[in-house]
């Protein structure tokens, strides 16, 4: 398993979840989308707001990675 820290904090309280992003949810799935027209899932969630917090993060996570 791969440990991932972060150097600096991320504040999500002004998050925009635009279009774009490359995570996304079906249900209490996370997937990915590989811009080829294929998507992998990441994770299960427990209910669908779970699945939406993971999916706001890690597309966050990217968006900032990408600065």
Do not use: C, H, P
Not at 7 to 12: A, H
Not at 13 to 39: H, P, R
Not at 40 to 48: G, H, K, L, P, V
Request: proline residues 0%; aromatic residues 8%; charged residues 30%.
């Amino acid at each position: 398993m791969t440990k991932i820290t972060l150097d600096k904090k991320l504040d999500m309280t002004n998050y925009d979840d635009g279009e774009g992003d490359s995570y996304f949810v079906e249900n209490n799935a996370v997937k990915f989308d590989l811009q080829n027209g294929k998507f992998e899932t990441i994770a299960f969630a427990r209910d669908n707001n779970m699945a939406i917090e993971i999916a706001s993060a890690l597309n966050l996570l990217e968006n900032e990675s990408d600065k």
